[in-house]
């Protein structure tokens, strides 16, 4: 598999661009806000100097190739409104994990669902991936009903050895 860089992406409505120092706050709140992550089980981030360590190892992720993550904006305005990476890839790199978040104003208006679909074809098509995972809380009614409108299906039967609330939804590549 031919390895790529990072790209910028960019849909109808939004870029998808490189995680930047001055991002710290969405970041803090993001990865530290109650209601954005009620269903997640991360570290959080809830000073300066935790966020910026966060970005600081998301880009050395870039860099290293471990990961791609790339932050949401809208086109009008390049402060973040929430994230979408590929990670934990397979040994052979045939196979990756999405995740994602979205401050929830701005939730419900296909914000999600446009960074998604550019995130599969950039996954399917530039990283030449077979699978595509997806670990979501099994009461994330959002988060279910997005992947299930991207086609990725329900996994019966297999864990998340990390959380056990978590369902694990798949697609695979065409």
């Not at 969405?26 to 959080?44: A, F, G, W």
């Not at 979501?136 to 609330?165: A, I, Y």
Request: glycine residues 4%; contains cysteine.
């Amino acid at each position: 598999m031919e390895q790529s860089h990072f790209s910028e992406i960019i849909t109808e409505r939004l870029v998808l661009r490189k995680l930047q120092s001055a991002d710290w706050k969405m970041i803090s709140y993001l990865r530290s806000d109650k209601e954005v992550n009620k269903h997640v089980k991360r570290p959080s981030a809830e000073t300066k100097a935790k966020a910026l360590e966060f970005i600081s190892k998301i880009n050395n992720g870039i860099e290293n190739q471990e990961n791609y993550y790339w932050t949401i904006t809208e086109k009008h305005n390049s402060e973040m409104i929430g994230s979408i990476c590929l990670w934990n890839f397979s040994r052979d790199r045939k196979s990756a994990e999405v995740g994602y978040d979205l401050r929830p104003k701005f939730q419900g208006n296909g914000i999600m669902n446009e960074s998604l679909k550019s995130i599969l074809e950039f996954g399917f098509i530039k990283l030449d991936l077979e699978l595509i995972e997806a670990y979501t809380h099994q009461e994330n009614e959002p988060s279910k009903r997005l992947l299930k409108k991207n086609d990725f299906k329900l996994v019966p039967g297999k864990k998340d050895q990390h959380n056990e609330n978590n369902l694990i939804y798949e697609i695979k590549g065409h």
